[in-house]
């Protein structure tokens, strides 16, 4: 089954997946794979994680009926799915609530965890403070110059902020560095994975508990208009919010899965993070999938305006995804997604997270080659507060925050 | 399966590694055939990657420094051809899998047959996982030396049976200053192994010392030395070579001196 996209008892999505880590971490993932299978059902569990997600996160978000953007892009009806809205601003939440309540079954004391945009920092020292555990995080030092405010907001919840300074510095380092530091520590250390990458079960894990945002959507889009959407479109750097929003519609043939990646300074360049349009199949952070490197293996160092999608692999369902044309993958250059970021202010009063805006970018494409009839639902993954200064000094103005 | 197993017969092994193309090409050729000709067993070659996740800052310096000379697995090869000119001494590669996947699985392990390249020690390449390469290691017979930890437990039985060549045993967790603590589990995780298989162990991680590596023979049937030898590397450059033949003979002497203990 080479182009199969469900997951296999081996921890494979047809070709793609598996446990490719030293050995060292091998027990301690067995551990995590056996507890993680027995709360996957265990009702108990998921009622724990239900009431988190209700009283804690926010959740249900808004699936938000986008009419400005519609009329204005005169095609499809857009909707926005609203994670921006969720307790600290993203998606991140969802899969962090329930790792870390995985991790307090295991005994755990300590999370560590890897870092871009800081999202998944700040979500992890969220979850860390309201659980009574430690945590420490690791972060690129180039993600920690262009986005202070979270290394912040992390201090200020009461976790250690590590900057990463070996490699390009960023998003790839940081998972390098937290996996040498799980390696070293493992007893009462859990690394919280932060997006739909790493060894099975990670990305097993980062797909069930992101799945509330497309079951979610689901439900409130038949609510609104009875009917699926005709299209799902997210940004995809590891790709969790993507996994998350096409999750439950990717046994619905009709809906059209799009991920839209990080195409920097253009897909003709070098600085670039469009894994699944340039990359080619290689094992690396623990899993067998699709990553930009060249022709000996080694892997690239990419570039994203965005500190969240700036990595060069995606996670291994993504790449079965791709394989059996079951989700398409776009790239979007910076200049579209700050177009975007402009654009959905202006018309929608939101402002977005650079991240988010790779997918809203796409929908600007799309929309009005789209009948009327047709509904997209496009995943705001997150907020843009932090982006403000980042992209203002992409436009050229140097705001001092 | 290789002659790697017979290396253990005689003596304590002493396992050497260095980083391919650190400094340059002729620097690790002369660096190996001076460690052959002072007392090594085993020569470990390290093929760079980007990404080394279980290397400390000693190696993962040393591979960017190969980086700067543009070190591919191809020009590595090369290498080794002009080590073998000088030397039959028992090689193996230390590499992360996706090196020798993107080159091919078959095409690596002809190459390292054609070599007289005679194991793959590959960190990010857990039991679990070798399924894809252990056909082809086994059709040129290659042998894929397994890693075993402090950490591996109920694990070690299957590893230990499925082993050729050496077990690599991996002294700690990788936290500096705990080494001393780690000796009394070490003896107990040898003998673990030792239960299951006859393979030879090999202790490595952290050993810097004769001292240390003589009291590491005293466990296991060698020791594995990576950062030490890569440090005197970093440290002489073009001259390394002799000062490697000096190490080497200290280090030799440890081990035979733990034999003689036995």
């Keep these: 089954m080479k182009n199969s996209i469900k997951l296999d008892k081996n921890g494979y999505y047809g070709e793609f997946g598996g446990k490719y880590i030293p050995e060292t971490l091998m027990n301690e993932l067995e551990k995590i794979d056996q507890a993680y299978h027995h709360l996957k059902t265990d009702p108990k569990f998921q009622e724990e994680l239900t009431d988190l997600l209700r009283n804690y996160a926010n959740r249900p978000s808004l699936l938000y009926y986008a009419k400005n953007m519609t009329d204005d892009l005169g095609g499809a009806q857009i909707y926005l799915k609203r994670e921006d809205l969720n307790h600290t601003g993203a998606h991140k939440i969802n899969n962090v609530l329930g790792q870390a309540l ?266 009005p080659k789209m009948r009327k009839d047709q509904i997209i639902v496009c995943t705001l993954s997150g907020r843009g507060d932090k982006d403000v200064s980042s992209v203002l000094k992409y436009k050229g103005v140097d705001l001092d925050v | 399966m290789s002659n790697l197993k017979s290396v253990f017969k005689n003596r304590k092994a002493f396992i050497p590694f260095v980083v391919a193309d650190d400094p340059d090409f002729d620097t690790t050729v002369a660096n190996v055939v001076a460690l052959a000709n002072n007392g090594a067993d085993i020569v470990e070659i390290g093929i760079p990657f980007s990404d080394p996740v279980a290397d400390g800052p000693v190696i993962q310096a040393a591979d960017l420094r190969a980086f700067e000379n543009d070190v591919t697995p191809t020009k590595i090869f090369a290498m080794v051809a002009e080590i073998r000119k000088q030397t039959a001494i028992p090689i193996v590669f230390l590499t992360y899998l996706n090196i020798v996947f993107k080159y091919g699985y078959d095409a690596f392990c002809q190459k390292c047959q054609a070599l007289q390249i005679d194991g793959l020690v590959i960190p990010d390449m857990p039991y679990e996982s070798r399924t894809d390469l252990a056909p082809f290691a086994d059709k040129y017979n290659i042998d894929l030396i397994p890693l075993i930890t402090p950490t591996s437990g109920h694990r070690i039985e299957k590893i230990a049976q499925a082993a050729t060549g050496f077990i690599y045993v991996v002294s700690s967790l990788g936290i500096t200053g705990q080494r001393d603590s780690f000796d009394e589990k070490l003896t107990d995780l040898v003998t673990e192994i030792n239960k299951y298989t006859t393979i030879p162990t090999a202790i490595g991680f952290g050993i810097h010392t004769p001292e240390q590596a003589q009291h590491m023979a005293t466990i296991a049937d060698g020791a594995i030395i990576g950062s030490a030898i890569v440090d005197i590397v970093a440290q002489y450059k073009q001259d390394a070579p002799t000062h490697l033949a000096a190490y080497a003979q200290t280090m030799r002497q440890a081990l035979d001196n733990a034999t003689e203990k036995v």
């Design chain 1, 102 to 367: 995985v991790a307090k079954h295991l005994g755990k004391t300590r999370l560590i965890a890897e870092t871009g945009a800081g999202q998944h920092g700040v979500a992890t020292a969220t979850v860390a403070a309201l659980l009574g555990m430690s945590c420490e995080v690791f972060m690129g030092k180039e993600d920690t110059d262009r986005q202070r405010l979270n290394v912040y907001r992390m201090e200020l919840l009461g976790a250690k902020v590590h900057s990463v300074t070996s490699g390009s510095m960023v998003l790839k380092d940081a998972v390098n560095a937290t996996m040498q530091e799980w390696a070293s520590r493992v007893d009462d250390t859990f690394y919280l994975m932060g997006s739909a990458v790493g060894p099975y079960p990670f990305p097993e894990m980062v797909h069930d508990f992101q799945s509330v945002i497309s079951k979610e959507t689901k439900i409130q889009l038949a609510a609104q208009k009875h009917q699926l959407p005709d299209m799902v479109v997210a940004c995809v750097g590891g790709g969790s919010n993507a996994i998350g929003s096409f999750a439950d519609f990717i046994d619905d043939p009709t809906v059209q899965l799009v991920g839209a990646e990080a195409a920097g300074r253009g897909i003709d360049t070098k600085d670039t993070a469009a894994t699944i349009e340039l990359g080619s199949t290689g094992i690396f952070h623990g899993m067998k999938s699709i990553f930009l490197q060249d022709e000996n293996g080694q892997i690239n160092p990419v570039y994203s305006i965005s500190a969240g999608l700036d990595y060069p692999g995606v996670g291994p369902e993504h790449s079965a995804l791709a394989k059996a044309n079951r989700a398409q993958y776009v790239g979007i250059t910076d200049d579209e997604a700050v177009n975007a970021f402009e654009y959905i202010a202006k018309q929608e009063g939101i402002i977005a997270a650079i991240e988010s805006c790779h997918a809203v970018a796409y929908v600007q494409k799309i929309a």
